[in-house]
């Protein structure tokens, strides 16, 4: 008999040691749920930002294109303002479709690892288009301001034309390093975050 209560008393603590663990582990569960849906509000925050930023881009070159402030008088000149337009259409479409692409995603408690994966790579996706993006930008950047002195060159001579050309070209291209340096010596905070309790979850 009293071995009975025994093992009785032992299966009852052990029953009672897994419920807390299984407490324990749904309430970090739902923690780590809530964290990962603040990191993901904060991208979905940063992304409208940037939403804005190239509606009023797009904006400024509409206006460029239609109000002629820098007194254009040949079609060539246009084709920079143009090209950077339909670039910034393009960014803006990118974000439209990965604000769309994440706000699809739902995280629970049964899909949080599942959820986490698809967010991740949806973003890690845009990152590197938009990475493109700049670099394109930065290559039609140069154009725009070579689009401002061409009516000149004709004053300036060949020579001086070349010299302004190389000088508009190594000062975007250290732009361009020093922008590069910077953004990697800034990662996506919101992303690191995901991916910490993604692995936090498969471990």
Known sequence: MHLDELKASWKSLDEKVAATQELSEQIALSMMKEHSKSTVSKIQAKLKKLALYFIGLLTLFI???AGNPFDYTNWYEYVPAAAYALLVIAGLEIIIREMIAIRKVR????????SLQKIIQFH????SV??????????????LGISL??????TYGWTKSVVVVAVNG???????????KVFKQLPDTNLAELKINLAELEQ
């Open 63 to 65: 206006a460029i294109l």
């Open 107 to 114: 995280l629970t408690k049964s899909n949080l690892r599942e």
């Open 124 to 127: 890690e996706a845009y990152q």
């Open 130 to 143: 938009m990475d493109t993006v700049w670099k394109i930008s930065m290559v039609i950047g140069f154009l």
């Open 149 to 154: 002195l061409v009516r000149n060159f004709e």
């Open 170 to 180: 190594i000062f975007v291209s250290a732009m361009y390093l020093i922008a590069k």
